[in-house]
């Protein structure tokens, strides 16, 4: 095995190694906000939630390797190309389908359709002006 091997196999397990606390001190969080409110206690869990996140971040900022390369870049670009698809279809179809059969007493629509609907709008005017954004200092 050649000193370049080697050392690329290093770097490769130590980015795995600084991947698996980023994502590791994320989960605790996670958990730790789910079972404080399965325990009603609400704010214990909101703090154990937001130390997790804050120790993502500071793994991920402060780690000695670069946890993320081209080609997490790539997979990273298509997911969101996928999901923004995919959300894209939902509100071109489904707000104007929800209310018309809404509107012709086929179904009655839950609360929260409104709100997902505008919630799903507002994804959309956030990324157009980010694209916007990106485009133009580009």
């Known amino acids: 095995m050649t000193e370049a091997n080697r050392s ?3 770097r490769i397990a130590t980015r795995r190694r600084y991947k698996r606390l980023m994502f590791g001190c994320l989960a605790v969080g996670i958990v730790g906000l789910l079972i404080g409110s399965f325990l009603d206690q609400y704010l214990i869990g909101v703090l154990i939630y937001w130390a997790g996140f804050f120790g993502m ?3 991920w900022q402060f780690s000695s390797v670069t946890l993320y390369d081209e080609r997490d ?3 990273e670009r ?4 996928y999901t923004l ?3 894209a279809f939902v509100l071109v179809l489904g707000a104007p389908g929800g209310i018309m059969l809404e509107e012709g007493g086929v179904v009655t629509l839950p609360a929260a359709f409104d709100g997902a609907m505008w ?3 507002a994804v959309y005017a ?3 002006v980010v694209y916007t954004v990106l485009r133009n200092r580009t």
């Open 85 to 87: 698809s995919v959300f």
């Open 57 to 59: 971040l500071g793994v």
């Open 8 to 10: 690329t196999k290093h």
């Open 119 to 121: 919630m799903l709008v």
């Open 73 to 75: 870049t790539a997979i």
């Open 78 to 81: 298509k997911a969101s190309d």
């Open 126 to 128: 956030v990324f157009g």
